[in-house]
């Protein structure tokens, strides 16, 4: 394993076949705030979804209507040989494995710290998200941002990849609900997109209605889902079940769920099958509330008519698709048995809930950013 430079995450020598960086879980809502209130009256928060009320319409909306693991590499990181050039702030905010790096993480901060080390070593060993990379550099920005995405990833061809990830996300998000999220924007966006003949086979899917799993036997007739109706008909098409750009999604959230769960195995720090649980349950209520709002979640806030329906459709397609993906894999998985318990429309009210309020936190500052003498 590489040692760290300039500033170790590692106290001890490290042991052939085990990473020994601790990671760190995000803080529980602060007393007497409003989630802590909510949390008191429908059970803990931290259960919440990644992408529920994401998307075109941007997390402000949502505020206002709401009221492999035995073989990865320790980030190097920390400031750069002397000559390297850049200022002090700079070379201190950054936090690297290989060419992933996070470039304005306050490394001050341990837990912020630990959680940043956490996802690069995630990502350093996805295969498939390196396949993609293709030795290309990866930089992740935190940003204080609360009307856009939690994530988004663009794909700047020879100059590398850039990640911008939300401080409120990074900051207030457990590692199994980063991971899904990251999954979502790596995997429907750009990594389905260079897939070889993908936009010939998604022509077959691209404009045509396709049955809402758990729908199916609607009032009125089976639910619909159309790309061409979809605020991003990417993710419409990376819902519906058996499409090639669907099928992307699901084996990068898989392939992250088996990362995260020999972290487990290997009792690496802080990690627990919670983890498993949270990515999985933050891909189900991504595909299901997409799927059951045809990619307009806002149908789903209180004063919409119609709203608490919604909110019944969206838990009925995430067991379906639950029931779906649990079959898809063989019994021996070591992920079956921490797949998340089944959705409620109470349990989906809770996890628009979470986000609102987090989003809402986001806008009174981002500690996660390093930001040399102002910050």
């Not at 070379?91 to 993480?105: C, E, V």
């Not at 341990?110 to 990866?138: D, M, N, P, W």
């Not at 992250?256 to 099958?273: I, R």
């Not at 909110?311 to 079956?336: C, F, H, M, Q, T």
Request: net charge neutral.
């Amino acid at each position: 394993m590489p040692a760290l430079e300039g500033k170790s995450v590692m106290r001890t020598a490290p042991l052939q076949g085990r990473r020994t960086t601790p990671a760190t879980s995000a803080p529980a809502p602060a007393a007497g705030s409003s989630e802590a209130a909510y949390a008191g009256r429908t059970g803990d928060p931290s259960q919440a979804s990644v992408l529920a009320w994401q998307g075109s319409a941007g997390n402000s909306a949502v505020v206002q209507r709401m009221g492999s693991g035995p073989h990865r590499h320790p980030p190097a990181g920390g400031r750069p040989a002397a000559g390297g050039g850049g200022t002090g702030t700079v070379q201190l905010a950054r936090l690297s494995s290989g060419k992933i790096a996070f470039t304005n993480l306050n490394q001050k901060n341990e837990k912020y710290r630990e959680k940043a080390t956490r996802v690069l070593q995630l990502l350093s060993s996805h295969e498939s998200i390196q396949q993609f990379l293709g030795g290309r550099k990866c930089e992740i920005n935190i940003e204080q941002r609360t009307t856009e995405t939690p994530a988004d990833v663009v794909d700047r061809d020879e100059d590398g990849v850039t990640v911008t990830l939300a401080a409120y996300y990074f900051e207030s998000y457990d590692i199994g609900y980063i991971a899904g999220m990251l999954a979502h924007e790596f995997a429907i966006h750009p990594m389905a997109s260079k897939k070889p003949r993908l936009h010939e086979e998604e022509d077959g899917f691209k404009g045509l209605p396709f049955p809402v799993p758990g729908l199916e036997e609607s009032r009125g007739g089976p639910r619909m889902m159309n790309s061409d109706d979809a605020k991003q008909p990417d993710h419409v098409l990376g819902a519906i079940p058996n499409s090639p750009r669907y099928e992307v999604y699901k084996s990068v959230t898989l392939d992250m769920a088996n990362l995260l769960m020999q972290d487990v195995e290997n009792k690496e720090p802080n990690a627990t099958p919670k983890d498993v649980t949270d990515l999985l349950d933050c891909f189900l209520m991504d595909v299901a509330s997409i799927a059951a709002t045809n990619d307009d979640r806002l149908k789903g806030t209180p004063e919409k008519s119609g709203a608490m329906q919604v909110r019944k459709d969206i838990a009925a397609v995430y067991n379906r698709y639950k029931a779906l993906l649990s079959a898809g894999l063989p019994e021996a998985s070591p992920i079956k048995p921490f797949f998340p318990q089944d959705k409620t429309h109470w349990g989906v009210l809770k996890d628009f809930a979470t986000i609102a309020t987090r989003v809402a936190g986001g806008a009174m500052g981002a500690p996660s950013i390093d930001r040399g003498d102002d910050g």
